[in-house]
């Protein structure tokens, strides 16, 4: 896909976004989220396809962004199916991957409820970020799945902040180890990424023991999960991160 097709994709995708912004909330072009879906799961792996993937997911990533609540929450099943199977390992474009992850990241706050409730579907979508940030490897070989592997970083940067709850499993699955190694890569995208994850998991557990706190004082049972991730990371993570901190130079964030 050369640079001016991949230009006049994005324009395009866009353009239906804007589209739908408008049409969707009136109840016209009610078959358009089943045409994005099919477009991204009933259309094969094939090369001469990988525009039509590519720019489907990319409207779907813009209209998820508009935030169009029980629109969308109505069509949460073939979002999440369509981005799940643009953002696994069996999709061969990184340009569709990295499409997928934007797309899963704008839109995991209205999913958030389908994903507490759905376990098979929890781990799917878990599964195909974990493939994504694997899908990098340094060096030239894996360049072009850089900013599929930092997309889906940011994907697990979101994850913690909708569904802390249930990150235990994939957490003991490698997730914890997943993102140390991230903090440590030499591609420094790669390893603001893993940064973020942890501080923002340090921000919901200091949210959470101000909660603790406050429930102790009043007298009322604290019922919220509570995983102590940072605690029992810490010796694992501090180092990395005073290291880090060590490298930089004056004009550094």
């Not at 781990?123 to 360049?143: C, P």
């Not at 994939?170 to 890569?185: I, R």
């Not at 010796?235 to 490298?247: H, N, Q, W």
Request: proline share 3%; aromatic share 6%; with cysteine.
């Amino acid at each position: 896909m050369s640079a001016k097709e991949s230009r006049a994709a994005t324009a395009g995708a866009q353009f239906i976004a804007a589209l739908a912004y408008v049409e969707l909330p009136v109840k016209e072009w009610p078959d358009l989220l089943r045409i994005l879906h099919y477009n991204i799961v009933g259309v094969g792996l094939d090369l001469s396809t990988q525009g039509l993937r590519r720019a489907s997911l990319e409207a779907l990533g813009y209209i998820c962004e508009e935030g169009l609540g029980s629109i969308l929450e109505a069509a949460a099943g073939e979002i999440l199916s369509a981005v799940v199977h643009g953002l696994g390992s069996r999709e061969p474009s990184a340009a569709v991957r990295q499409a997928a992850a934007v797309a899963l990241l704008n839109s995991l706050e209205f999913l958030r409820t389908r994903l507490e409730l759905n376990e098979e579907e929890r781990n799917a979508t878990f599964r195909a970020i974990f493939e994504a940030v694997a899908s990098y490897q340094s060096g030239s070989s894996g360049v072009e799945m850089l900013p599929v592997a930092v997309g889906a970083l940011e994907c697990l940067v979101g994850t913690v902040q909708v569904l802390y709850a249930y990150m235990r499993p994939y957490m003991h699955q490698g997730l914890g180890e997943l993102t140390v190694n991230a903090m440590s890569s030499t591609e420094s995208s790669i390893s603001l990424q893993g940064i973020e994850f942890w501080s923002t998991l340090c921000d919901v557990e200091l949210e959470l023991l101000r909660d603790l706190e406050d429930c102790v004082e009043s007298g009322k049972a604290f019922e919220q999960p509570l995983h102590y991730f940072a605690r029992d990371s810490a010796a694992t993570v501090i180092p990395i991160l005073l290291t880090l901190m060590a490298s930089q130079v004056h004009d550094d964030d």
